[in-house]
């Protein structure tokens, strides 16, 4: 039989319960880190908004089976191309799927305001072509290119102008909060806007403009998606049928 001293019976104790402590603090930190991300990226499960996703190459390998099987999930946006010459690889085949697996599909190109803007109509027109499309093309809107607001702005109302006429219909924007109120107030209040704002709260615009959808999180979770997602909702009225693409 071992006999310990009165002190190693002391320390033996201090690392049991040094041991509990830490394993406690472990439990209860993973816990509610699970249900903080839980309520956060599960809007769709707690109001009647329509809800839906935006991808790109970084999403992997999609499984489309399993996403349209989310009827949670009305639409996605689908990252088509950037710039002049950039096509995004995963484009093809997510578009072909989305559309076999039940999801209604818009297309987005990611504007550089530096780049030549017939180039970069031509290259989204060559990815974006109208008979797959189900919704009205987004221009997504994140930088100036090191342009002074007032350049940027000109670049982008030109592209935007080949664009409506390409499609013959005002294409959606996609913008931050920060972004459009420092470069965009008030200067495209003629077109649809989706606003990313990672946050509980509602978006608010410097100008208090009505947008059409919001971009909530940036961590969203789904199944057959094995990163983290992008999850947008209409806001208020709006609904599916005033981003259709209408096909003439």
Known sequence: MIRLTFAE??????????YLIVSILIFNTFQASAQSDDDYVQCEDTCRHIHGIDLSHYQGEVFWEHVGANSK????????????????ETYKR??????????????????????????????????????????????????TGGLKTDEFCD??????????????QKPLLYTYTNFYNKHLKGKIDDYKLM?????????????????????????GRINGINTYVDKSRFMGRHGMREIRFRHF
């Open 9 to 18: 019976v002391r320390i033996l104790i201090m690392k049991r319960y040094i």
């Open 73 to 88: 999930m009305a639409y996605v946006y689908l990252k088509a191309t950037e710039g002049g010459t950039h096509i995004d």
């Open 94 to 143: 997510n578009i072909e799927l989305a559309h076999k697996y039940g999801l209604k599909v818009g297309s987005y190109h990611f504007f550089r305001p530096k780049s030549e803007l017939t180039l970069q109509l031509e290259n989204f027109k060559s990815q974006c072509r109208p008979g797959d499309q189900d919704l009205i093309p987004m221009i997504d809107i994140e930088t």
């Open 155 to 168: 670049s982008l109302f030109k592209f935007l102008e080949l664009v409506e006429q390409a499609y013959r």
């Open 195 to 219: 606003v990313a704002q990672y946050k509980d709260e509602e978006p608010q615009l410097a100008d208090d403009r009505d947008y059409t959808m919001w971009q909530y999180t940036a961590k």
